[in-house]
């Protein structure tokens, strides 16, 4: 599965941005996502996950509560619903797929993930 991440861009703290990740060449469906990000002299670390079906989600302690992961599998597509945005949040940020059976627990691990985007780019100005 070939996976095209975009919306990031610049915002001002305390904005909004709503990142999308369009999959190709495989059923979405099939598949559990998640999205990473790596900041500035940083580790790529966990953001957000989604089962299959949208079953169960999974975020990292620092964005509960602002961001929200959404599947549209009709659409092949999945988002990263970002509010409340932090310059800390600043990063690339880049959506991965793994082949997911329906009862499995989310991972937030990204050595699990199979499939990953190209990455898009998040800048949160003070």
């Known amino acids: 599965v070939q996976l095209q991440a975009s919306g990031g861009g610049l915002v001002q703290a305390g904005g909004s941005l709503r990142l999308s990740c369009a999959a190709s060449?495989?059923?979405?469906?099939?598949?559990?996502m998640g999205w990473f990000r790596q900041g500035p002299g940083k580790e790529r670390e966990f953001v957000a996950t989604i089962s299959r079906g949208a079953v169960r989600t999974n975020y990292a302690d620092s964005v509960k509560g602002r961001f929200t992961i959404l599947r549209d599998d009709a659409k092949n597509t999945v988002y990263l619903q970002m509010n409340s945005l932090k310059p800390e949040d600043t990063a690339v940020y880049y959506c991965?797929?793994?082949?997911?059976?329906?009862?499995?627990?989310?991972?937030?691990?990204?050595?699990?993930?199979?499939?990953w985007g190209q990455g898009t780019l998040v800048t949160v100005s003070s």
């Open positions: 060449g495989r059923t979405l469906s099939n598949y559990a």
């Open positions: 991965a797929a793994r082949p997911a059976r329906w009862s499995d627990a989310t991972i937030v691990s990204d050595g699990e993930y199979d499939y």
